[in-house]
């Protein structure tokens, strides 16, 4: 085809690069599957969550872990993260003075409903980039802040933040800046984390990533006691989740690539039939 390009009267231009756009659109389209699938795997380990609960009650705690427990269920390692809702209404600092919720709400996404955790160790997927992360309980109310709180409001270590969590208004000094991995986010994906202590006995649900048992008539087995005796409690399985998304991928994946190919081939067809008609000409 390279050689012919020159002859007289021919379209080799404009099918080559016909037949180069169909090829790149199938390349582009391949690689898209490829990306998006690696976005939403998660790496599997032994112990590694793929399975979460939500909205487990303060009251059905200790319930929760003797279910989780018990070996009968199959269940891995498990743990109870506590969570509650709250919004910045002021901030003290060096950088950034906001003395009511009017002003926060002029600095954009800051005044969102944020979900907040106590919690005195920072996770693995966490680095602590300024201050010092506490390792006890307190009664004095801290908090460590991830760093695009710092990089995008200019609030940083030594600042007080005002919050509003359900109805109570806190005063917390910022002691730490986390850098987190958002990317494996099972670990603890929270932008405010709280010092223990002042928060221990607000209103709270909680959460639980664990391992779910292993097959999947084990899994169904395991969800259907679970919201049996737990009926408020949701359960997400992340490896039927990515199992779906697999599977659209797939379908859509293999019909453009079906149709991609019946291009790629007629081009190739014509591409013979103009060099050989040019040829003879």
């Not at 919004?87 to 969102?112: I, K, M, P, Q, Y």
């Not at 005796?229 to 293999?254: G, Y």
């Amino acid at each position: 085809a390279v050689l012919h390009i020159s002859r007289p009267g021919n379209q080799t231009r404009l099918i080559l690069l016909a037949v180069g756009l169909g090829a790149f659109f199938i390349v582009g389209v391949r690689s898209l599957q490829a990306n998006l699938l690696e976005e939403f795997s998660v790496e599997s380990t032994a112990n590694g969550p793929h399975m979460f609960l939500m909205d487990v009650q303060r009251t059905q705690v200790e319930q929760m872990r003797s279910f989780l427990a018990d070996p009968a269920h199959g269940a891995g390692p498990f743990r109870l993260i506590p969570v509650l809702r709250a919004r910045v209404t002021g901030v003290n600092g060096r950088e950034t003075n906001l003395e009511s919720f009017e002003d926060v709400r002029a600095r954009g996404s800051l005044a969102r409903e944020y979900t907040i955790t106590y919690r005195d160790k920072h996770e693995a997927n966490e680095k602590v980039i300024g201050g010092q992360f506490w390792n006890s309980p307190s009664t004095d109310p801290e908090v460590s802040i991830e760093m695009g709180i710092r990089d995008r409001f200019r609030i940083g270590v030594g600042d007080t933040v005002r919050f509003d969590i359900l109805g109570r208004i806190i005063s917390a000094k910022v002691t730490s800046v986390r850098e987190v991995d958002w990317k494996d986010s099972r670990n603890g994906g929270f932008m405010f984390v709280f010092r223990p202590g002042p928060l221990d006995n607000a209103p709270q649900t909680f959460i639980s990533p664990l391992k779910g048992p292993d097959g999947t008539e084990s899994r169904a087995r395991f969800q259907h006691d679970l919201v049996e005796r737990f009926p408020n409690v949701s359960v997400i399985d992340f490896h039927e989740i990515l199992a779906t998304i697999q599977d659209v991928m797939s379908k859509v994946t293999l019909a453009i690539s079906v149709v991609g190919g019946l291009v790629l081939f007629s081009g190739a067809l014509i591409l013979i039939g103009a060099v050989a008609m040019t040829k003879f000409q």
